[in-house]
RNA sequence: GCUUCGA
């Protein structure tokens, strides 16, 4: 099973789905047995809903189901490709939920802009006693900007600093592109340069933001500054 | 060989 998930997730990767979905069928036809691994590669190679269907009935045939990296796997298919009462579904059922359980899920509220029902997952994890990391708090972030929540923003913005996660790139960026999404150009600078390092994805927030806040000659100030750093815009 | 975020 290990040959097999390492070949069938190398072509989910690169984009190659269907050869994935081939090799994972001729898997079968030759009676090998699918690990949690081999699942988990054909789930990323999973393009459609019935795709995704099928490979869950596998994995309940499979008794596979109440592994936690299957469970989240799960959670965000259902998410991006049915809807978000599917996916809270199976994050209903998932016993022993984790982080990144509770990640997917506000990542999906997120996605179909519920603020309240993300901010209501973030609250229910700690009172379970599972510690929001630097993924949960930038998902919230983004959950804020689509919907230009600043203050509630800023609330989160203090439970980053107590942890110091504002030193992260993911996190940092998530609160510049919040502020800059808000309106708060002081906000979204000072977000910036205290980056411990820039990369594309946070110059694109700096950038966007300075649009978003009415100053487009600062964003060509800040292009021309970035591809002075070597980046080349995407 | 392994699931979630900043585009």
Not at 20 to 32: F, Q, R, T
Request: hydrophobic share 45%; proline share 2%; glycine share 8%.
């Amino acid at each position: 099973a290990h040959t097999w998930s390492a070949i069938i997730s190398a072509h989910a990767k690169l984009g190659k789905a269907e050869t994935a979905l081939h090799l994972y069928h001729k898997m079968m036809v030759l009676g090998s047995k699918s690990d949690k691994y081999v699942f988990l590669a054909v789930l990323k190679a999973c393009s459609t809903l019935s795709h995704v269907k099928l490979i869950h009935d596998h994995i309940i045939q499979s008794g596979l189901q109440s592994i936690v990296m299957i469970g989240n796997a799960m959670i965000d298919l259902y998410a991006k490709l049915s809807s978000l009462e599917e996916a809270r579904a199976v994050f209903d059922k998932l016993l022993n939920r984790d982080a990144v359980s509770c990640n997917t899920m506000i990542a999906a509220c997120t996605q179909y802009g519920k603020l309240f029902q993300a901010l209501d997952c973030f609250k229910k994890m700690q009172g379970d006693g599972i510690e929001p990391d630097d993924v949960t708090f930038s998902s919230i972030l983004i959950a804020c900007s689509t919907v230009g929540a600043m203050k509630k923003g800023r609330l989160i913005h203090h439970q980053i600093v107590e942890r110091d996660l504002q030193l992260l790139v993911n996190v940092g960026t998530a609160l510049a592109d919040m502020y800059g999404k808000c309106g708060s150009l002081i906000d979204l600078l000072d977000a910036f340069r205290s980056l411990p390092y820039r990369d594309i994805v946070s110059w694109g927030a700096l950038i966007a933001g300075c649009v978003q806040c009415g100053k487009p000659h600062l964003a060509m100030k800040y292009f021309q500054e970035m591809q002075g750093e070597g980046f080349t815009p995407n």
